[in-house]
């Protein structure tokens, strides 16, 4: 039987700690007390045939030393259910732990949250070496950084390397599972239209819903992997090629550290940020000299009529859409805090002045991220920053906002944010899959690939907390879309709400059309089937 305490004491140094005890049964006394500062994760390992949980300790630069703590594993007693369901809540337990004493922890969290765009730059323009032969010299910039590049770089290099070692799905066996999605997305581009609605639309979400499902299939493998692949590893059945990288060991010690979603991002740089034609950042241009093609993914929406005037529609009718639009939520901060909420200007201090790290910030970001992941993250973080924000402001003791006023929330911040976010928002469902799962049946999407209970993979431990990231992103989507379409017309109070749920996805694939045969598509169409 086991506790997690977490206290405060030593006052003068504020210093803060995390402890796991661990009792013998009907023993009052703890047997063990494990300090969880030297531990930067835990996660789920197969362990003779049974479920463990995994205590993966800080590495031994953080602390300072030349070897650090060994790992730990914690065992189930007996099986069944409810032995599984608590080391479910010790997994996750552990992880908000160790996510605030450990050293590690909070410096992989900060990279990933704050210094991932940084690398992507660097990415960009100097690309990863490819081929045999020495290594060319690095960025000179990479030197003025600290360590977190680096080693970010010696892990995107291994996920690259382990992706080329792989087969690509079907008929695409002769290429690499990174060739094979590179020319997908080549390919993509060359797709006049993302309208579900449409043969062509259904192509498209078709060939980007099963890259990512792919992606998603790596990310979970790489993450659960117990040891380092080697060489001639048959993760997938037969090789591409031989999986070798520098150091491979080290970085996948380094690879330990990460959370899920932390991977995912990974992942999806070592393909996103990889080619110029397939990255989806506004500024990740600027400063260098190849200038912005046609055929780029960014530029390929914008090219659409249907997209590029929504996101003219949006940029101009935003700011004028909320005088028409009421706010529950606005109305019950104004009446729990007489006074103080008076004006939009009032309640818009809620969400900025932090730097880059307010709600406002946050969602000027999506612009820059090269990844939909990235994307779909940020904005997820900035509704759940900004309700925490809200209810902060308000008496202890008042009754949370609820489900209907997540939508209204996310109308708020989006009217309040910068131009030309309706791209990006269209860009990242693109690529994410529908929290519900139905993308997978809908569009016959190949097998292989991963397309349910990816949750984690969008944010920190989203399947516990009952969060869904990808839900979150269809606010954005169908807020712009509101925004859009809007009249200036007065409406009820929940009519906004209603609207954007008004058309569901049954509907949207009803229309009984069949996708069309594509260069890269290898799974059986509906009437094959």
């Known amino acids: ?82 032995t599984r369901d608590k080391l479910i809540h010790l997994c996750g337990a552990l992880i908000e732990a160790t996510r605030i004493v450990s050293p590690t922890a909070k410096r992989i969290q900060s990279w990933f949250d704050t210094g991932a765009v940084i690398m992507e730059e660097v990415v960009l323009e100097e690309g990863l070496h490819e081929g045999p032969g020495p290594h060319p010299d690095p960025d000179p910039r990479i030197s003025d950084l600290d360590r977190e590049l680096a080693t970010s770089l010696r892990m995107l290099k291994f996920v690259r390397n382990f992706l080329e070692s792989l087969k690509g799905p079907g008929q695409y066996s002769f290429l690499s599972m990174l060739g094979y999605m590179q020319k997908a997305c080549k390919a993509l581009v060359r797709i006049g239209s993302i309208d579900r609605t449409e043969k062509l639309g259904q192509k498209a979400h078709r060939m980007a819903k099963e890259m990512t499902g792919w992606l ?100 101009e009718r935003k700011e004028a ?22 004006t939009t200007g009032k309640v818009l201090q809620l969400f900025y002045g932090l730097g880059s790290e307010d709600v406002l910030s946050r969602i000027a970001q999506i612009k820059y991220c090269c990844s939909p992941v990235q994307k779909v993250r940020l904005w997820s973080d900035a509704i759940l920053m900004a309700i925490k924000l809200i209810m902060d402001a308000m008496p202890p003791g008042t009754e949370p906002l609820g489900g209907p006023d997540l939508p209204q929330v996310a109308l708020f911040l989006l009217c309040h944010s910068g131009e030309d976010i309706f791209v990006h928002a269209k860009l990242a469902q693109l690529f994410t899959l529908d929290y519900a799962g139905y993308d997978e049946e809908i569009l016959a999407l190949q097998e292989g690939g991963l397309y349910r209970e990816v949750h984690d993979q969008y944010t920190y431990n989203a399947e516990r907390r009952s969060i869904y990231p990808q839900m979150m992103l269809n606010y954005l989507v169908e807020g712009c879309e509101i925004i859009a379409d809007s009249k200036f017309a007065r409406r009820d109070r929940r009519t906004a709400v209603q609207e954007a749920w008004a058309v569901s996805e049954d509907s949207i694939n009803s229309t009984g059309a069949e996708p069309e045969d594509c260069l890269l598509y290898t799974s059986p169409s509906p009437r094959d089937s």
């Open 1 to 82: 039987e086991m506790c997690i305490r977490d206290r405060q004491w030593e006052p003068d140094t504020a210093r803060r700690g995390a402890w796991m005890l661990i009792f013998a049964r009907n023993h009052q006394h703890a047997i063990s007390v494990i300090e969880l500062k030297l531990f930067c994760n835990a996660k789920f390992v197969s362990d003779g045939g049974g479920l463990a949980v995994k205590l993966v300790p800080n590495l031994a630069d953080d602390l300072g030393v030349e070897e650090g703590q060994e790992q730990m594993l914690f065992r189930a007693a007996n099986g069944g259910d409810r």
């Open 216 to 315: 998603c299939r790596v990310t979970r493998d790489l993450f659960f992997f117990q040891e380092c692949p080697g060489e001639q590893h048959r993760t997938y059945g037969e090789q591409h090629a031989a999986f070798v990288t520098d150091s491979s060991s080290a970085v996948f010690d380094e690879l330990q550290v990460l959370l899920e979603c932390q991977m995912r991002v990974l992942v999806e740089q070592a393909l996103f940020s990889g080619v110029r034609e397939m990255n989806m950042s506004e500024k990740a241009w600027a400063g260098l000299k190849a200038t912005v093609k046609k055929g780029t993914i960014i530029s390929w929406l914008r090219d659409m009529p249907e997209i590029a005037n929504k996101e003219m529609s949006v940029n």
């Open 321 to 342: 859409f909320l005088e028409s639009e009421q706010m529950p939520w606005v109305d019950k901060l104004r009446k729990k805090c007489p006074g103080q909420y008076e």
